[in-house]
């Protein structure tokens, strides 16, 4: 196969958070409500997965539409900073870029105040640029139903263009936002090579509760490998040769577990790159994901290789004693 420009492109969604905190529930009693820190970050699955491929030293690039707008630019600096490829990010001057305001209570609590006709949610099989995803060795689809027009026709249609250059495809999901079901994206979910829904998640999608159950559904939907996390387990594997777990990193405490999926994604599709077999790649994921979850924020944790190998090495020692 001929030399590709891009190991990596990262379909979904690029946004903008806001995150508030600490406020309490009473905050319309009071005339200028004081926080600690108001400041623009960048979020979406798409662009979480990438910033963190990217810093693992891999050649990603994005496909998102965003508005012509400040947050949009502050996006594309944010791809600037981290060296992703932006050529795949389409300016849609008739959208807003979405905006996530993140409220946040002193005990934990929260809840997002959302653009409903932001960029999110108007992203569509119009702003995906072909020729760019050819580009690349992966094509990740960062999480399924999160753009709810990138739905189950439009994945099949996008997924049969990179089968055919011979990529291999990720997918992540989240929880459907409009009752879409597991109908709705069998079909798309049969071209996907390596399967990443939270057990949560995947329950939802199966009707099925036992960890095995679930796998086997996902698996008999044509997924060739299902990885489910499973939280401060690991994660679990189900492919052709079987079923196993790979347990998570051990001494962990987690202060923020926004984005754990992300970097568990991003650490996996590294691993893949670096051609390792898939017991090392659930390794490697749960090594990456493991740094975040003790960072605030999806992007804060993981910096470059050198902390997921030192993390991996840890690991190691870990296991063998
Ligand atoms: P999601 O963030 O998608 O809900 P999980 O909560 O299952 O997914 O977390 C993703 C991954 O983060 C897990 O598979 C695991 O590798 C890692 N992880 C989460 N919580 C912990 C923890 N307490 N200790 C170690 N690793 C963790
Ligand atoms: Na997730």
Not at 298 to 321: C, F, P, W
Request: net charge negative; with cysteine.
């Amino acid at each position: 196969m001929s030399e590709k420009k891009l190991d990596v492109i990262c379909l979904g969604a690029a946004v903008v958070d806001i995150p508030l905190r600490p406020v309490s529930r009473d905050m319309f009693d009071i005339e200028s409500y004081p926080v600690d820190k108001i400041a623009m970050t960048v979020g979406g699955d798409a662009m979480n997965e990438a910033t963190i491929i990217s810093r693992l030293g891999f050649k990603t690039g994005i496909i998102a539409c965003i508005g012509d707008d400040a947050a949009g630019q502050f996006i594309l600096r944010s791809c600037k900073k981290d060296n992703i490829d932006v050529e795949g990010i389409k300016i849609d001057p008739n959208i807003d870029t979405s905006m996530n305001i993140g409220l946040v209570t002193e005990d934990g609590e929260r809840t997002f105040v959302t653009n409903r006709n932001g960029s999110l949610w108007k992203e569509n099989i119009e702003h995906v640029d072909f020729e760019k995803m050819k580009q690349a060795k992966i094509l990740s689809l960062a999480s399924i139903f999160n753009c709810p027009l990138l739905d189950g026709k439009a994945l099949v249609e996008i997924f049969k263009v990179a089968k055919a250059e011979g990529m291999t495809i990720t997918a992540d999901m989240i929880k459907p936002r409009l009752g879409e079901t597991l109908d709705d994206i069998k079909e798309a979910l049969s071209y996907v090579d390596y399967f990443f829904p939270n057990f949560d998640e995947a329950c939802l999608m199966t009707g099925e509760t036992d960890e095995a159950k679930v796998a086997d559904v996902l698996y008999n939907c044509g997924v060739k490998n299902v990885v489910m996390k499973i939280g401060k387990r690991g994660c679990y594997i189900r492919n052709a040769d079987g079923a196993m777990i790979v347990p998570a990193c051990k001494g962990v405490t987690a202060i923020d577990t926004i984005g754990a999926g992300d970097n568990f994604a991003s650490g996996f599709i590294s691993a893949i790159l670096q051609g390792k077999n898939i017991r090392e790649c659930g390794v490697y994921a749960n090594c990456t994901a493991a740094i975040s979850v003790q960072h605030t924020g999806a992007t804060s944790g993981v910096q470059n290789k050198e902390m997921v190998e030192e993390m991996l090495a840890k690991y190691h020692r870990d296991y063998i004693l």
